[in-house]
């Protein structure tokens, strides 16, 4: 059973830094690794998606990478700003199913 | 372009009450339509998956259930409410074809308080 994990549950930093967020998963047999944000009391926006041919993908200030054979996926955040503060998820779709399983998020806030 | 709407946004039932979330997708065909359930500090929950008309997957046993009476509509039901229903719920839709790189999109979420 595919299981993935978000440490830390929580982060804070300062405006302007660069910070990485973390995402594990135990099984490696995945078609893409999506990274997710979602705002408190609304829904996910999807904000990039790694396929699993792929090793990262950018948008903007934001850069996911993917490393299948350890099970490692980062999203890593550029001059944080303080509306980066939200919860952020990573979902794997896995081969012959079409149903993601999420992490729990990490919580990120930027302090200004 | 595609959007999804679900509603109501917010929702306060007494227990043992009958529940109906009702979710639709417009400017797409045969979508595959997800109901998720996120409680307190936990991840998101699958609880129903549809790839047609007619055709619910069941993840987890329990007090709800679905149905797709249309293709671009999804509807998340209970006979009667338990307290442990309380959570944020989430419909989402994809593109059928899989494994291409066919993101997942979320609707705004449904807050439900059994009380």
Not at chain 1, 27 to 39: K, T
Not at chain 2, 78 to 97: E, N, P, T
């Given at each position: 059973?595919?299981?993935?994990?978000?440490i830390p549950?929580?982060?804070?930093v300062?405006e302007?830094e660069?910070?990485?967020l973390n995402?594990?998963?135990t099984?490696s047999?995945?078609?893409?690794?999506?990274w997710?944000?979602?705002d408190p009391?609304?829904?996910l926006t999807?904000?990039l998606?790694?396929?699993s041919?792929?090793?990262?993908?950018?948008?903007g200030?934001l850069n996911?990478s993917?490393?299948?054979s350890?099970?490692?996926?980062?999203?890593?955040?550029?001059?944080?700003?303080p509306?980066?503060?939200?919860?952020?998820?990573?979902?794997?779709?896995?081969?012959?199913?079409?149903?993601?399983?999420?992490?729990t998020?990490?919580?990120?806030?930027?302090?200004? | 372009?595609?959007t999804?709407?679900q509603?109501?946004?917010?929702?306060?039932?007494?227990?043992g009450?009958?529940?109906?979330l009702?979710?639709?997708?417009e400017g797409t065909?045969?979508?595959?339509?997800?109901?998720?359930?996120q409680?307190?500090?936990r991840?998101?929950?699958?609880?129903?998956y549809?790839?047609g008309?007619?055709?619910?997957?069941s993840?987890?046993?329990?007090?709800l259930?679905?149905?797709?009476?249309?293709d671009?509509?999804?509807?998340?039901s209970?006979?009667?409410?338990?307290?442990?229903d309380?959570?944020?719920y989430l419909c989402?839709?994809?593109?059928r074809a899989r494994?291409s790189?066919?993101?997942?999109?979320?609707?705004?979420?449904s807050?439900l308080?059994?009380?």
């Amino acid at each position: 059973k595919q299981e993935v994990t978000q440490i830390p549950a929580a982060l804070s930093v300062p405006e302007g830094e660069n910070l990485v967020l973390n995402c594990s998963f135990t099984d490696s047999a995945i078609y893409n690794l999506q990274w997710f944000r979602q705002d408190p009391g609304k829904g996910l926006t999807s904000l990039l998606l790694i396929q699993s041919s792929q090793r990262e993908q950018t948008s903007g200030r934001l850069n996911a990478s993917l490393d299948k054979s350890s099970g490692r996926s980062t999203l890593y955040i550029a001059a944080s700003q303080p509306g980066d503060s939200a919860t952020y998820l990573c979902a794997v779709e896995p081969f012959g199913n079409e149903k993601l399983t999420f992490g729990t998020g990490t919580r990120l806030t930027i302090i200004p | 372009s595609q959007t999804i709407h679900q509603w109501p946004a917010t929702l306060v039932q007494p227990v043992g009450s009958p529940l109906s979330l009702e979710c639709t997708v417009e400017g797409t065909s045969n979508p595959n339509l997800y109901w998720y359930r996120q409680a307190a500090g936990r991840g998101l929950q699958l609880l129903f998956y549809s790839v047609g008309i007619g055709q619910i997957s069941s993840e987890v046993p329990q007090n709800l259930s679905a149905s797709r009476p249309q293709d671009r509509q999804f509807i998340l039901s209970s006979k009667k409410l338990l307290l442990s229903d309380s959570g944020f719920y989430l419909c989402a839709w994809s593109v059928r074809a899989r494994g291409s790189g066919n993101t997942i999109y979320f609707g705004e979420g449904s807050w439900l308080t059994v009380v």
